[in-house]
């Protein structure tokens, strides 16, 4: 083992550690701006979705209603539901676009003539559905009026002598299966993506300084002239580079799970919890893919002639993480075999699996971590046959 530590990757790898502890804007986007960005947006947004449910549950509905002189009754039951019915605008259309109505009802001029006759009265609702925030008001109004429906269509078959339930031959339960936990998911569906994120930013410049960089201040070419074997060399620097995205990994982990911590949900039936287990499953499956953004950056980098080349490089790299999580935001699917072995993609279902605490067979894990791992080795290879070209010193 101490022999092993003894190797030239072991030289490369200090050295390559100790230069970026040095450096503090890469040490500061490898172990703060970059894994506390994701928790911190988070936590704030999801206080704001919080507070917003909390309000508008607790906020009285207020309704404009076109007519109400023609439907008393249904004004009144409005009413003793504590809805406050306001005077309607003069112009509805304007008021709707302007968003200073979400929803106004208006009563057509025949609702009497027709609920009289026993026809179907007509209420007109306008509501602007491409609006987000009038769908949970449209949802109040919707099942308030629904509720007024049925009750008026079984008072007027009891009238009629016959039974309500005639109406309704069937009788639909709902079951909700889903747990406090599982619910909460949904707003941790944004927690694979920041993990891969870290993974990806937390060793970039350290892959850009230990390449572009050092061709660009001409360091590369002394150290590839020493008597360390090249694929020593890129293993120490990959190791390095490695090291500073798992860094970056764990630090996001623990920063989420502070975040979550502080986040009062209950009171609104879900629950959002990352226990130290699933913490640590979720790093195991994470741990890969730092492996993996490593080797890729630290071959696109050695492409470049520059840092800042580079880095334009890279940058364009970062969009990747992001691919799995709007994929599942768009068309949610049940994983397969084939997706388990996708890197990153199968990161995000696991990660999502375990964010709504159910387990990860052991199988499954193993295609995720494998699948990933071979991926990774493919690039490091990659990356060893360019240390071999010593062109890759001399920037030609």
């Given amino acids: 083992m101490s022999a092993l530590f003894r190797g030239g990757w072991w030289t490369v790898f200090i050295k390559e550690v100790r230069e970026n502890l040095r450096d503090r804007r890469a040490l500061g986007m490898a172990l703060l701006y970059g894994p ?12 704001f979705i919080v507070d917003k449910r909390a309000e508008d549950a607790e906020k009285p509905l207020a309704i404009a209603v076109i007519g109400a002189e023609r439907a008393p009754n249904l004004v009144d039951f409005l009413r003793q539901q504590g809805v406050v019915i306001k005077t309607a605008p003069a112009d509805p259309e304007t008021a709707i676009r302007d968003q200073k109505e979400a929803v106004i009802i208006r009563i057509a001029d ?15 609702l306008l509501l602007d559905e491409s609006r987000q925030e009038t769908r949970a008001v449209l ?9 007024y429906g049925g009750q008026i269509a079984s008072l007027r078959l009891r009238l009629r002598g016959l039974d309500p339930q005639i109406g309704a031959p069937l009788s639909i339960a709902h079951r909700d299966l889903s747990t406090a936990q599982s619910r909460g998911a949904t707003l941790l569906a944004m927690l694979p993506y920041f993990l891969l994120l870290c993974a990806f930013l937390g060793g970039m410049y350290l892959a850009i300084d230990s390449t572009a960089g050092e061709r660009e201040r001409q360091s590369l070419e002394a ?3 020493t008597a360390v074997a090249p694929g020593q060399i890129m293993a120490g620097k990959l190791a390095a580079t490695t090291l500073f995205a798992i860094a970056s990994v764990i630090t996001c982990i623990v920063a989420f799970q502070l975040g979550i911590g502080l986040v009062p949900t209950e009171d609104l039936g879900f629950a959002l919890s990352l226990s130290p287990s699933a913490a640590a499953q979720v790093l195991l499956l994470v741990m890969p893919v730092a ?12 492409f470049a002639r520059s840092f800042r080349e580079a880095q334009t490089y890279l940058q364009f790299l970062m969009v990747i993480p992001s691919i799995p999580s709007v994929m599942l935001a768009i068309a949610p699917f049940k994983p397969t075999a084939w997706m388990l072995a996708t890197p990153l993609l199968s990161q995000s279902l696991l990660i999502n699996q375990i964010a709504r605490g159910e387990a990860i067979g052991s199988g499954d894990l193993l295609l995720c971590i494998g699948g990933t791992v071979l991926a990774a080795l493919a690039a490091a290879g990659f990356a060893v046959r360019l240390y071999r070209d010593e062109r890759l010193a001399l920037a030609v």
């Fill in 36 to 47: 506390l960005f994701g928790p911190v947006l988070f936590a704030v947004m999801i206080s």
């Fill in 291 to 302: 492996f993996f953004a490593s080797a890729v950056q630290t071959v696109i980098a050695s």
């Fill in 223 to 225: 150290l590839m002239t």
């Fill in 139 to 147: 949802a109040r109004v919707r099942g308030l009026l629904d509720g």
């Fill in 110 to 124: 025949d609702y009497a003539a027709d609920w009289l006759a026993g026809e179907p009265a007509r209420i007109e």
